[in-house]
């Protein structure tokens, strides 16, 4: 109590100072997005619903992750941890999570290529704005998501937030980074990033440590404009181990913070990312060409306990994964953007993902005690009971036209379709370290050749000078191939490509002089084949095709700028996302869950936040994030209460030094917030309460 007092109090003073100051009303400028269209156009006439997240919001935030990026997004939560370890995420939309339903894009460039959004490696620091789409990605990003788009844009060659930081926080955590636009070289001009941090968690085993470098440059060539992107990240982290699930709820047998992960458990990986561009003015309209390259190295040693938790001093009682993975991506995208007239442009072109995976995993079994106390053996120590290998060539291509029309001053017509062709070989092996008559080879491929599309309209029903009602509608049917999870267990064949149509209508506009923007739509898809994480029949973790699924719902998102240094957002999501037709086996016995809500899928998300950022003094910021209850499993025998976060923020400005204290789940909750599908029945927890003091200066 005493702690909530103490932030009511900071939001009233910060409230107050801006008053006192007599500080004026401010118009803000007109929001423009390049997600949806290729090219800049206004966000309030797009038929979708979008939310752009500048850089220097993040920065007054102190967001640095994906969880705190997204804390003010309607109907968006964005957890870190899960599988990927606690630099990842699994962000959630209209009800939806899963690790790879939406597409992660930084630049330009699909992040992860035709695999899985890579967000462990996802950075940050010198970003100009984050822009976020709900629903199905454009046809001009192929087929890779279906409920949302988040693109992640840096500040372009030449240009950055001109700013050098350090900071320091409990458990032993500590950051640094800078950005700066680098001098001119003739006509060459270039910018540099650099980052680094150490997170220490109440786990004393869980850390994170990560070094990052963005080289950004640019030139005039041949009548066009040239650029080259070279990003590095090297990442190290520790995992924490998952929370199983007895009965109708987590175990009580496992202490809080316990980790029971062999003695050697880590997962580093070593990227190293290059991109093209080349763009220039032709005849036929401005043409832009991308290509980039990605390659990771990663070693990823972990082990989950078994479900059936037990603790007799001497039988195993986990299972351990040593893993070595080789990721290689590529993405080829050209176009042109055609004008024929004011009110009619075409964006065409064509791309192609590219996605090599290779994967060993050196299984085996260990005894660990329940109490927390015991360190688990290494891996290398271990019996090898089986090695499970993976290899996985992935082409997605594609030809897509998009044309925006716009028939009359109030209306916006966007359309697109594309010709999908994906193409996938994989071959799957299994050495058995106790029977070499169990060893198997499994080869596959799947070729699917498929249209998608999608057609909205926007229609500004009444304006007033900044002030504006817009209403639009919009229709996708979008499809996918299926994840891999590069996860320790022999997966043979090919799971069927996830497909969904989608259907969207809303509002959206200005009030009170341009201070105050709202946006508020009702959404429907309709899911077939969707990928979820489940159990065979021998309790182990696999991934299944789910026969249908229908995610419904109604978000509402607003901004008010209440004087020009005072922002305030307020927003709530009302989703219900149901299984439509699956039947699960519950301990050898099918159960057909139709009906029964999607795990993990509050029915209720909403959030607030107040930013103060004054040119000077004092300045502060707060959020608060509201989750509701939610099912663990498919039969929704298992339940996890609401809970709510608080994030708070207090800073000082003196010329261009400013220092601040940040804080993240200052409630210090503990709810489950993502389901592992490596461990069966497993669940990891949002991160405690994490502090850190940051000096910045402004360059």
């Given at each position: 109590m005493r702690l909530r007092r103490e932030v009511a109090a900071l939001l009233v003073s910060c409230a107050a100072m801006a008053i006192s100051r007599g500080v004026s009303f401010a118009a803000p400028a007109e929001t423009v997005e390049v997600t949806a269209t290729r090219v800049p156009e206004p966000v309030n006439v797009v038929p979708a619903d979008i939310t752009v997240i500048s850089g220097d919001?993040?920065?007054?935030?102190?967001?640095?992750?994906?969880?705190?990026?997204?804390?003010?997004?309607?109907?968006?939560?964005?957890?870190?941890?899960?599988?990927?370890?606690?630099?990842?995420a699994v962000p959630s939309f209209w009800g939806l999570h899963e690790f790879d339903a939406f597409l992660l894009?930084?630049?330009?460039?699909?992040?992860?290529?035709?695999?899985?959004?890579?967000?462990p490696t996802l950075d940050l620091n010198d970003v100009e704005r984050i822009e976020v789409m709900k629903g199905a990605?454009?046809?001009?990003?192929?087929?890779?998501?279906?409920?949302?788009?988040?693109?992640?844009?840096?500040?372009?060659?030449?240009?950055?937030?001109?700013?050098?930081?350090?900071?320091?926080?409990?458990?032993?955590?500590?950051?640094?980074?800078?950005?700066?636009?680098?001098?001119?070289?003739?006509?060459?001009?270039?910018?540099?990033?650099?980052?680094?941090?150490?997170?220490?968690?109440?786990?004393k085993r869980e850390a994170v440590s990560n070094g990052h470098v963005l080289y950004r440059?640019?030139?005039?060539?041949?009548?066009?404009q040239f650029g080259i992107d070279g990003d590095l990240?090297?990442?190290?982290?520790?995992?924490?181990?998952?929370v199983e699930l007895q009965g109708t709820g987590l175990t009580t047998l496992t202490p809080h913070d316990a980790n029971y992960n062999p003695a050697d458990a880590r997962s580093a990986e070593n990227r190293y990312h290059a991109t093209l561009h080349y763009s220039r003015a032709t005849g036929a309209g401005d043409w832009d060409t991308t290509l980039?390259?990605?390659?990771?190295?990663?070693?990823?040693?972990?082990?989950?306990?078994?479900?059936?938790?037990?603790?007799n001093g001497s039988s195993p009682n986990a299972d351990s994964q040593n893993q070595r993975r080789l990721i290689q991506d590529g993405y080829f995208d050209t176009h042109v953007s055609t004008e024929l007239s004011d009110s009619l442009s075409f964006v065409w072109g064509m791309d192609a993902l590219y996605g090599f995976g290779k994967q060993a995993s050196v299984n085996g079994e260990y005894y660990v005690p329940l109490?927390?106390?015991?360190?688990?053996?290494?891996?290398?120590?271990?019996?090898?009971?089986?090695?499970?290998?993976?290899?996985?060539?992935?082409?997605?291509?594609?030809?897509?036209?998009?044309?925006?029309?716009?028939?009359?001053?109030?209306?916006d017509?966007?359309?697109?379709?594309?010709?999908?062709?994906?193409?996938?070989?994989?071959?799957?092996?299994?050495?058995?370290?106790?029977?070499?008559?169990?060893?198997?080879?499994?080869?596959?491929?799947?070729?699917?050749v498929r249209p998608a599309g999608t057609i909205g309209a926007s229609y500004r029903g009444w304006n007033d000078g900044a002030d504006e009602a817009v209403l639009y509608a919009d229709y996708r049917n979008a499809f996918k191939p299926a994840a891999i999870d590069f996860g320790p267990d022999n997966t043979q064949g090919v799971l069927k490509p996830e497909a969904a149509q989608s259907y969207e209508a809303g509002l959206k506009g200005k009030l009170f002089g341009g201070r105050f923007d709202y946006q508020a739509e009702g959404f429907l898809l309709d899911f077939r084949n969707l990928v979820v994480a489940t159990t065979d029949a021998l309790g182990n973790p696999v991934l299944r095709n789910a026969g249908g699924e229908r995610l419904q719902g109604f978000e509402v998102e607003t901004r008010t700028q209440l004087v020009d240094s005072l922002l305030l957002a307020a927003n709530v999501g009302y989703h219900d996302a149901k299984f439509t037709q699956y039947t699960v086996d519950d301990n050898g016995t099918p159960v057909d869950v139709g009906g029964r809500q999607l795990t993990l899928s509050p029915h209720v998300l909403a959030s607030a936040g107040l930013i103060y950022t004054p040119r000077k003094g004092l300045d502060g910021s707060f959020t608060v994030n509201y989750v509701g209850d939610r099912f663990l499993n498919e039969e929704n025998t298992a339940t996890a209460s609401a809970y709510v976060t608080l994030d708070a923020g207090i800073g000082y400005r003196f010329g261009k030094w400013r220092i601040s204290l940040v804080a993240q789940n200052l409630t210090n909750q503990h709810p489950p917030v993502t389901q592992s599908e490596f461990g069966a029945g497993s669940y990891y927890l949002l991160d405690g309460r994490k502090l850190f003091v940051d000096l910045a200066k402004s360059l």
């Open positions: 919001e993040l920065r007054a935030r102190g967001a640095t992750d994906l969880a705190s990026a997204l804390a003010l997004v309607a109907g968006a939560e964005a957890p870190s941890g899960g599988d990927t370890g606690p630099a990842g894009v930084v630049d330009g460039v699909p992040w992860g290529g035709a695999f899985n959004p890579s967000i990605a454009p046809v001009m990003f192929g087929a890779t998501s279906f409920v949302g788009v988040i693109q992640v844009i840096h500040y372009p060659a030449g240009h950055a937030a001109n700013r050098v930081s350090v900071g320091v926080g409990d458990h032993g955590s500590a950051r640094g980074s800078f950005s700066l636009a680098l001098p001119d070289v003739g006509a060459y001009r270039q910018s540099l990033a650099v980052d680094g941090e150490r997170l220490g968690y109440a786990d440059g640019s030139m005039p060539l041949m009548g066009g990240t090297f990442q190290r982290q520790v995992p924490p181990s998952p980039s390259f990605a390659h990771s190295d990663v070693v990823d040693i972990r082990g989950f306990l078994r479900p059936s938790l037990l603790d109490g927390g106390q015991g360190l688990a053996p290494r891996t290398t120590t271990l019996h090898v009971d089986e090695i499970n290998t993976v290899s996985d060539t992935r082409a997605f291509a594609g030809q897509y036209v998009q044309a925006d029309w716009k028939p009359a001053s109030r209306w017509v966007l359309a697109g379709v594309r010709l999908n062709e994906t193409f996938e070989n994989k071959t799957s092996a299994h050495l058995d370290g106790f029977d070499p008559a169990a060893n198997t080879l499994d080869r596959n491929k799947k070729n699917v």
